[in-house]
């Protein structure tokens, strides 16, 4: 099974992945139903979809669908380097920033590219026995109807911490 598992693309697994966590962790994460559309070294794109259960009364994305995109892109990083460390982390988001600069009328990609930033944070994490900081930004973008234009641009301060365990 796993070899069947490994010939699948990975941004298909990290999609997998993330609804099968959202199902049994984050029922909320599992209802908007996120896609992976890039995972790699660089960056991270999620996609949510605007549909009935993202959209707000204004027939835009509702901001808390906006969030759990950014969450999820900076979060997906985060954690795929964490498995690939094979270390015992626990990753949480200490605050938030967002900035809203248009309304989000189609579906949203949430890109991150500070992996390489994050490779680092989780380095240290892995090194020290206090939690680590470090502030990801990821942008929001409307391709279908904005281009290359940001409608969103999200500050995320990830604070990871490698767990130690006392006999």
């Known amino acids: 099974m796993k070899r069947l598992f490994r010939m699948i693309p990975e941004n298909v697994q990290a999609t997998l992945l993330l609804r099968y966590f959202g199902f049994f962790k984050i029922p909320l994460l599992f209802f908007v139903k996120p896609t992976v559309i890039e995972m790699s070294d660089h960056r991270v794109v999620v996609r949510i979809p605007l ?3 993202t959209r707000n009364h204004l027939r835009s994305m509702y901001f808390g669908a906006l969030a759990m995109g950014a969450d999820c892109a900076a979060g997906l990083a985060a954690m795929r380097l964490i ?12 605050s938030v920033d967002a900035e809203f600069l248009k ?9 991150c590219d ?12 892995i090194q020290s026995t206090e ?3 470090y502030p990801v930004h990821v942008t929001a973008k409307v391709p279908d109807k904005f281009g290359e234009d940001p409608i969103a641009r999200f500050t995320l301060v990830l604070s990871l911490k490698k767990k130690s365990y006392t006999p």
């Not at 498995?83 to 200490?94: P, V």
């Not at 309304?103 to 890109?111: H, S």
């Open 51 to 53: 549909r009935r259960r």
């Open 83 to 94: 498995r690939k460390s094979s270390q015992n982390i626990s990753l949480i988001f200490k």
């Open 103 to 111: 309304r989000a009328e189609g579906d949203v990609y949430f890109t």
């Open 114 to 125: 500070q992996v390489r930033e994050i490779s680092k944070l989780v380095a240290a994490a």
């Open 131 to 133: 939690r680590v900081e």
